[in-house]
């Protein structure tokens, strides 16, 4: 899987890419980058790649020009085998608070392309022509609206990447949030007890039936109190067996 983050300031995810697991996968191989700056393609003098709304209005806008060159780069460098041929996985991903909500679930459908494409935005955003011409998603990752894309690109790449195979264990990824409808359980570590407050008996108990239990029950429960929705969701995706039931009814119940 290759990233090419398209960007007028590389150095923010630029630091993701050199640390923890992300360099880790880097290095094995299992995941490539590059970063683009879009200023490298603006042709004044002054490296230009903003101007003012057509229409009025405040701020300023990226100019199409420097950014349909920056595409055109990446469209090269992957080339158009890969791109547009019948087999190719790629997309190119406008991250854009106006764009659909950025979930695990499309993480996971994300993850299997070959080729990821992220153009970041600045000031009220991209010239429009762009999107119509080059972009295959337009992602929010929510609802609310940050100064420039670098960090949402980031967000969208760090959950996509670990997804990748090979980069964290199947296992770990199983009973995560979200992994199949649900929240995570909760999680201790030693000391046995801390400031007072001891560990759950059952974690100390090495009954690995009880354990399973206790945990699927604290999910429905932790995912009730603060995602109902997700428990709506679940149930009617199937996701939630007859031992399920059983629980949230003990749980609203109690
Ligand atoms: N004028 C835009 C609007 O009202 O939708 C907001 C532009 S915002 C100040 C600048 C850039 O930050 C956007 O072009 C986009 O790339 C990025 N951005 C801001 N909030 C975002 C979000 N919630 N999700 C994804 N990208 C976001």
Redesign the pocket.
């Known amino acids: 899987m290759k990233f090419h983050v398209l960007t007028l300031f590389p150095e923010i995810p630029r630091a993701f890419f050199e640390s923890s697991i992300m360099a880790k996968a880097v290095q094995k191989g299992i995941i490539a980058y590059d970063l683009v700056n879009i200023r490298d393609y603006a042709f004044d003098k002054h490296k230009t790649c903003d101007d003012n709304p057509y229409g009025g209005g405040a701020?300023m806008l990226m100019m199409p020009e420097p950014l349909n060159l920056a595409l055109k780069s990446v469209r090269d460098k992957i080339g158009r085998k890969n791109w547009s041929g019948k087999n190719a996985k790629k997309k190119v991903i406008?991250?854009?608070?106006?764009?659909k909500p950025f979930t695990q679930k499309l993480a996971q459908e994300l993850s299997q392309e070959d080729n990821l494409v992220l153009?970041?935005?600045?000031?009220?955003?991209?010239d429009n022509r762009i999107i119509d011409t080059w972009v295959d998603e337009e992602?929010?990752?929510?609802?609310?609206?940050?100064?420039?894309?670098e960090i949402?690109a980031t967000v969208i790449i760090d959950a996509v990447y670990r997804l990748v195979d090979g980069v964290i264990s199947s296992e770990s990824l199983e009973e995560e949030s979200y992994s199949d409808g649900l929240l995570e359980y909760p999680q201790y570590t030693r000391p046995e007890v801390f400031e007072g407050k001891g560990v759950p008996d059952v974690l100390l108990s090495g009954h690995h039936e009880n354990i399973r239990k206790w945990r699927l029950k604290m999910r429905l429960a932790k995912t009730l109190r603060v995602r109902p929705d997700l428990v709506c969701e679940a149930r009617k995706n199937g996701l939630l067996n007859a031992e399920a039931e059983r629980m949230i009814e003990e749980i609203t119940t109690q």
């Open positions: 701020g406008y991250v854009t608070p106006s764009g153009i970041c935005g600045r000031y009220e955003g991209i992602i929010s990752i929510g609802d609310y609206v940050l100064s420039s894309g949402a």
